[in-house]
Structures are given as C-alpha cells and as structure tokens.
C-alpha cells in the first residue's frame, strides 16, 4: 500500500477554473443552521442539476441552460435572480421533455437527493409489474429527496410534480442512490443504522432492510452494474453488499475514524472511500485489498489522531467518468483532483466551508455544496489515457479482479491489465 500525502510544492499544483457559482439567496435574518447544502447531483443523461438550497428547498435547474448563463452573465450568479430565471410552468404533452426549473418545497430539511432514470445502462434486472399507480415511461425521470424527518419523497423532474412519500426510517435519511441499470430500484441509508432498499416500479414498495451498520449510515452507492452495493458510515464502517441476494459480502478494514462518502470507479473495479481520519482510500472492491492512499495532511497522522478533531475532515469524494480522476473535498479549505496513478493532487481549487462535491455526466465540471446553500463549479482535469487505462477499463467493465487473475495469458498481460498498488 503506497501513501501518498499531498508533499509537492504547491506552485507545481494547477490551479483549476472556475466555471461559475450558484448562490443561495440569504435574508438579512435569515438563520444559518439549516441552509447547508448537504448533496448535489447530475441527471444520467446529463438534463439536470438539482442541489439542496437549505429551509426544505431543492433546486432543479437545465443543465445546459445554467452553463449559458454562465457563459452569458459571468461565474456568479444570484438563485433567485429574475433575470436568470426560467420558465418553471408545469410540463405536460410534448413539452414533457424540454427540460425546465424547479424550485421544490420538501417540508422539511433535505439531507440528500439522487436521480433514478427509467433508461438502463445495462440490462434491467427488474421484473415486470403488472399494475402499479403510476405508469413509468421509457423515459422517465426521478428526483428522490431524503429527509430530516426520515421520510423519503419522490418527484417527476419534468413537472416538479410529487409522486411518492415512502415512510418508514426512523432518523434523517443521510443519503440516497439508485440502481444505474434503470430498474428504479432505490436504496436510502439513514442515522437509525439501517439502509431500505425501495422498488419504484412497485408503488415504491420496501423490498428489503439491509442490517449489520453499528452507528449512523452516512453513505451509499451502486456498482455500474447494480450487483454490489457499497455503504459507509460511523465507527470506521466500510461494507460490501451482494444486491441480488441482499447479503453482506465483506467488510473492508482501514480506515480510523467515520466514512463519510463512497463512490465506485466506472469499470466497476475501484472504489473510493472518504473519512474523517484524512485520508481518501483506493480499495478493490472485489478482493478487499487498499491500493491507494490520498492523503490531506501531512504528515499523515497517526492512528489515536486519527481519531481525532482535526481541521483536515474529508466531507466528500468521488470518481470522474474517465476512472482516471478522483475529486476530494475536505475541511482545509479545498479541493483536490487526484489521478490514481499520481501521487499528489493534479489540481487544486479553494472551497470554503465544502460539504458535497459530484462530477457532471460527461466528467468536465465538478460541483461542490457549501454550509450556506451555495454550489461552486470548476473544470476538471482533461488529460488523455494512456493505452493501458483505456484496456483496463475495457476489460474490467465485463470481468472482476479474480477472473481477470485467472485468465490464461503471459504473467506481463496480465500485470498491464491489473490495478495494482
């Protein structure tokens, strides 16, 4: 296992762009507590941007059209601002499909939200429902907002219509994610130490709970091909979950202080973890083992600090589209593009107050989320693969590690297609 800590002289980091700001307005009373910005996320087909604007409010906005803006009238941008806005009528008939804001009340705190598209991008593993309420489209697209009270409600992007109010969490439910293979299959981790997996399709149906988290969950998310799940939380938790038989496969030991964030790479062979303990874990998923350490102190500290308070909390992590870039934000006041062949950041943006960060769906802008409801947006990395990312990627997306070890090729193949520490 390598470590890597953030060592390089910072004139040798680049610095990112800014693309634009999306700020939340503030009354002049306005209390703080419960504006955070807890969760921001693309639409799959890349449509929408939808962040949580603090007091209830989720924002729903064209992703195409909020880059003209930026384009148009500079990186800052006022949420409310007339001038900016747009249409927010009700879609209906043809017009089901032209994407259009919406500025939606929750009712409550909304700690997380995810979008579930009917458009699988593998084969649906979902089973065909005879009669349910509400008859979902080829191309139907979700909003699922999770909330402080534990209750968990289901909008049409298209309309800012409410479809669905599923209750059954008992505390705030802390994040959400749906199943990429368009079986609108929804799994919501939640603070009463639990994860519900939700069939959509089925009048959002609770199909199963999914037990074994000591402490508060914090995070969850799907392999590319929905088979696995990945969740995090308290007390240094890192678990694996067979998502066709709803049994836990392994727990991944690492890390020394709560995981807050998880994503998987898009070949399905990586996966990041962020924790309060400082550092962002590269594991392979398939095999347990850690093949990367990023480090945001330095230097790295021990074990019993660790632990500990310190002003260097990783909040969020998540993988590029290209699997070749992981972004970290953390309590330092920045953020950190990582390759995962690199030892030290590739580019590096401030960020005050950083609480979420998502990349975009084609991967060329990353969004981060602050305390105040704001949402901040910078270009990615762009660098072109190296012959040996794009062959790993390409096999890894139909085989796991073990079949990949198992294949009766020369030993320095088989090297050039492993992930290795």
């Given amino acids: 296992m390598a470590s890597f800590p953030p060592r390089v002289n910072e004139k040798e980091i680049v610095r990112s762009r800014t693309i634009g700001e999306l700020l939340a307005p503030a009354a002049p009373f306005d209390k703080k507590c419960g504006r955070e910005n807890w969760t921001v996320a ?30 148009l009238h500079g990186t800052k941008n006022i949420t409310n601002s007339s001038s900016l806005r747009l249409s927010r009528q009700n879609s209906d008939g043809g017009q089901k499909n032209k994407p259009r804001e919406h500025i939606i009340d929750c009712g409550d705190i909304v700690w997380s939200l995810a979008f579930g598209s009917s458009v699988p991008e593998k084969q649906s593993r979902c089973v065909n429902i005879e009669w349910h309420r509400f008859k979902f489209g080829q191309d139907q697209l979700l909003l699922a907002t999770g909330l402080n009270n534990g209750r968990i409600k289901i909008w049409d992007v298209y309309t800012g219509k409410l479809l669905l109010n599923l209750v059954d969490h008992t505390e705030l439910v802390r994040d ?16 009463d130490k639990t994860l519900r997996v939700w069939d959509l399709k089925d009048d959002g149906n609770m199909m199963k709970v999914l037990r074994g988290h000591q402490n508060w969950v914090y995070s969850c998310a799907f392999s590319p091909d929905s088979s696995m799940l990945c969740s995090v939380g308290a007390s240094k938790a890192v678990f694996l979950w067979n998502m066709d038989k709803y049994t ?36 392979d998923p398939h095999t347990g083992d850690i093949l990367m350490e990023f480090g945001h102190l330095f230097p790295p500290p021990t074990p019993i600090f660790a632990g500990g308070a310190n002003d260097r909390w990783v909040r969020s992590v998540s993988f590029s589209h290209d699997g070749l870039h ?71 997306r139909v085989m796991p590690t073990r079949e990949v070890q198992e294949l009766p090729i020369p030993s320095k193949v088989l090297e050039f297609l492993s992930y290795r520490t």
């Fill in 248 to 283: 836990m496969i392994r727990k991944l030991e690492g890390h020394h202080h709560d995981v807050v964030a998880c994503d998987f790479s898009p070949d399905g062979a990586l996966l990041a973890t962020a924790s309060y303990d400082t550092r962002v874990y590269i594991w």
């Fill in 326 to 396: 992981v972004a970290s934000l953390a309590d330092d006041k920045m953020v950190r593009f990582w390759r995962i062949d690199e030892d030290y950041p590739v580019q590096v943006a401030p960020l005050s107050n950083g609480l979420c960060c998502a990349f975009s769906t084609d991967g060329s802008v990353l969004a981060a989320g602050t305390h105040d409801g704001s949402v901040y947006f910078w270009a990615t990395p762009r660098q072109v693969p190296s012959l040996q990312h794009l062959c790993r990627m390409s096999i890894r």
């Fill in 176 to 191: 959400l994610t749906f199943a990429p293979d368009g079986s609108l299959i929804l799994v919501s981790a939640s603070r």
């Fill in 42 to 71: 693309f639409a799959p087909d890349g449509s929408y941007f939808a962040w949580s604007q603090g007091h209830r409010t989720v924002k729903l906005v064209p992703w195409s059209q909020c880059l003209k803006n930026f384009l």
